[in-house]
């Protein structure tokens, strides 16, 4: 069966470094998304992605934060100036329309 | 706004008895409503939807939901509760009315099936 991957499972950074995070969404998926969870809170919608421009964004999506698909397969969140408070479980997402949505396994930043 | 409420954090069920997850939800427009399954150190998996049609849907691993519109809750519930269902489970909601497919989730509600 078909898997969202992400890599990599957990990333260590300092403060102030760029950081970005990869996910390979499934296949013939055409809708892309990623949210994050901080620990013991809610998972927290990001960003969509779709025809290769952002469909809709957060508050928590600032100018820190850009999405990109570099290629047919790959889909990334770039977090330019990282801060503490993005330290989190940040999880990639895809659709093949617009039902349900199929999560990776996760990459854990910790911002030290 | 959209919203989703899990009032109970966990959920005690001995093995064999019927469970039920509680979920409700505050959306504008007209809702699609998920549940999801995590279990440790993975990521969210798909359970089951309500697009429209049937009130009652089932999903995998014997699950299923009833959307009640006029009480603006999507409840999953199972007959017959495994040991290997426990897991944290999140509820979320979609506007119909938003482009882009924004999910916002519940909670989560932590399962404990004791054998």
């Known amino acids: 069966e078909p898997e969202v991957t992400q890599t990599p499972s957990h990333q260590v950074t300092q403060m102030g470094q760029e950081v970005i995070l990869r996910c390979v969404p499934i296949s013939n998926h055409l809708y892309f998304y990623w949210y994050r969870q901080i620990l013991g809170q809610k998972v927290e919608f990001l960003v969509s992605f779709y025809n290769n421009e952002i469909s809709e964004k957060s508050e928590i999506f600032d100018d820190q934060f850009s999405v990109e698909r570099p290629d047919g397969s790959n889909f990334t969140l770039k977090i330019r100036s990282t801060k503490l408070e993005d330290s989190a479980m940040y999880f990639c997402a895809s659709s093949e329309r617009n039902y349900e949505q199929y999560f990776g396994p996760g990459t854990r930043l910790t911002v030290t | 706004a959209q919203s989703v409420a899990q009032p109970e954090d966990q959920v005690n069920v001995a093995e064999g008895n019927p469970l039920t997850v509680k979920c409700t939800y505050s959306v504008s427009g007209n809702p699609y409503l998920f549940w999801y399954v995590q279990y440790p150190n993975r990521g969210l998996q798909f359970l089951l939807k309500?697009?429209?049609?049937?009130?009652l849907v089932k999903g995998s691993y014997g699950f299923e939901a009833e959307f009640n519109k006029s009480q603006t809750s999507f409840h999953l519930k199972k007959p017959s509760a495994l040991v290997s269902d426990s897991a944290l489970y999140f509820c979320a909601v979609r506007d119909l009315r938003r482009a882009g497919n924004m999910l916002t989730f519940g909670g989560g509600t932590r399962l404990m099936v004791k054998p």
């Open positions: 309500y697009i429209t049609g049937d009130n």
